[in-house]
């Protein structure tokens, strides 16, 4: 099992940035590839970024690339999503997300992911 804990969320204004966190506990993060996804009221989740387990290879949405860094630190267990030039289009629950992995490769899809942590709200206020 691996526990996942997203962190540091907020309510910011359009053109700000904001640094989210996941905290991934119970097995060895560097075997995992982890995403970031994110889910809008009334909307369905959609993938925002991925990341492959040792960092070399990152997959962004289209909308967000340019603006959105995905990152991680193996040593502390964390993956992070860096948000710049945030708009009220971004305003959504974000979700990390892990799978085992063995090919040092990136994952886009909900059902490729086994695990989930429960979300950190991000709202831009335009």
């Known amino acids: 099992q691996v526990q996942l804990v997203e962190s540091g969320g907020g309510l910011v204004q359009a053109g700000d940035s904001l640094r989210v966190s996941c905290a991934a506990s119970g097995r060895t993060f560097s075997n995992y590839a982890m995403g970031w996804f994110r889910q809008a009221p009334g909307k369905e989740r959609e993938f925002v970024a991925a990341i492959s387990r040792n960092g070399g290879t990152t997959y962004y949405l289209h909308s967000v690339k340019g603006r959105f860094t995905i990152s991680r630190d193996n040593a502390k267990n964390t993956v992070y999503l860096q948000m710049n030039r945030l708009n009220p289009e971004d305003t959504a629950l974000y979700s990390c997300?892990?799978?085992?992995?063995?090919?040092?490769?990136?994952?886009?899809?909900?059902?490729?992911?086994?695990?989930w942590g429960q979300g950190t709200q991000v709202t831009v206020s335009s």
């Open positions: 997300a892990a799978r085992r992995d063995y090919y040092e490769t990136y994952y886009t899809a909900i059902r490729d992911y086994n695990y």
